[in-house]
């Protein structure tokens, strides 16, 4: 398996450089077919509208949300003008609570999604739902990126969050074309179960299915020192240089990562490097 067709997806004119620029940096090093999804988001609720609130309101908002996607659109025509990939741009227009599925419907049919990060101050509110249609009805890998990260190119060290679930497991395999091209990849284990039958020997089995494939594989067995297992993956992931995290997304359900937060959404809030994921 190999990525041939990577969807990028923008809903912000203020993030389409950064997106852009890392999308085409990953294209170019896979020698793969770059689609841009620009997204025009309608963020009135339905259903929530004011009294007096006129059909001349509404068009205003659908016509806002237009010309955000066409200026995206001809902004990131222009750029990909100046590269040697093959190439689409895909402009449209959606409301905030359509998002996820439109996302989903063009995410299905590529082998990768690259998105932003979708928390921050600076971030929409439709970021959020963009992830998980890809990640959830698309059923689609997503590398998530950081804020001001370097070029995104094809990492030479990842760090894998192992913890043995399926959404782990789902996103490894998802992530072998990477894996197998790395110079390193470090499985990291944090607290490993006391029982069970890996117990004498965490991350062998994987580290074994890895191998067959060419990946050249380390396993870090760490403790829990810090409140979050997020926080000790993140530090791990600076102490050792990796360049991209590989972990499975959302393995409670999502209303309660959204309330509780979670190992996912700790991630992506905090880490310094692109985080490809898969559920």
Request: aromatic share 6%; hydrophobic share 45%; net charge negative.
């Amino acid at each position: 398996m190999s990525f041939k067709t990577i969807l990028a997806i923008t809903t912000d004119q203020a993030h389409l450089n950064d997106t852009l620029k890392q999308a085409v940096a990953m294209a170019s090093a896979l020698d793969a077919h770059l689609d841009l999804l620009c997204i025009g988001v309608d963020r009135t609720q339905t259903g929530y509208y004011y009294a007096g609130m006129n059909a001349a309101v509404l068009q205003e908002t659908l016509h806002q949300a237009r010309e955000e996607a066409s200026e995206m659109a001809k902004a990131a025509k222009k750029q990909l003008d100046l590269t040697d990939l093959r190439w689409g741009v895909t402009e449209a227009v959606c409301q905030l609570a359509d998002v996820s599925r439109f996302v989903a419907s063009h995410a299905r049919f590529a082998d990768l999604a690259i998105v932003p990060r979708p928390y921050g101050d600076d971030r929409g509110i439709e970021l959020e739902p963009a992830v998980e249609g890809a990640l959830f009805e698309g059923q689609t890998p997503v590398i998530v990126l950081p804020d001001g990260g370097s070029e995104l190119k094809l990492p030479q060290k990842i760090a894998i969050g192992w913890n043995e679930s399926a959404e782990a497991l789902r996103a490894i395999r998802s992530a072998l074309p990477l894996l197998s091209q790395a110079q390193t990849t470090r499985i990291v284990v944090i607290d490993p179960p006391k029982h069970g039958p890996t117990r004498s020997d965490p991350g062998g089995q994987l580290s074994q299915f890895l191998a067959r494939h060419g990946v050249k594989v380390d396993i870090d067995v760490l403790s829990k020192t810090m409140p979050r297992v997020s926080d000790v993956m993140r530090r791990h992931v600076i102490d050792i240089g990796a360049d991209m995290v590989v972990m499975g997304a959302y393995g409670h359900s999502r209303f309660r990562e959204a309330i509780l937060g979670g190992a996912t959404r700790n991630m992506l809030e905090t880490c310094e490097v692109p985080v490809f994921m898969a559920h």
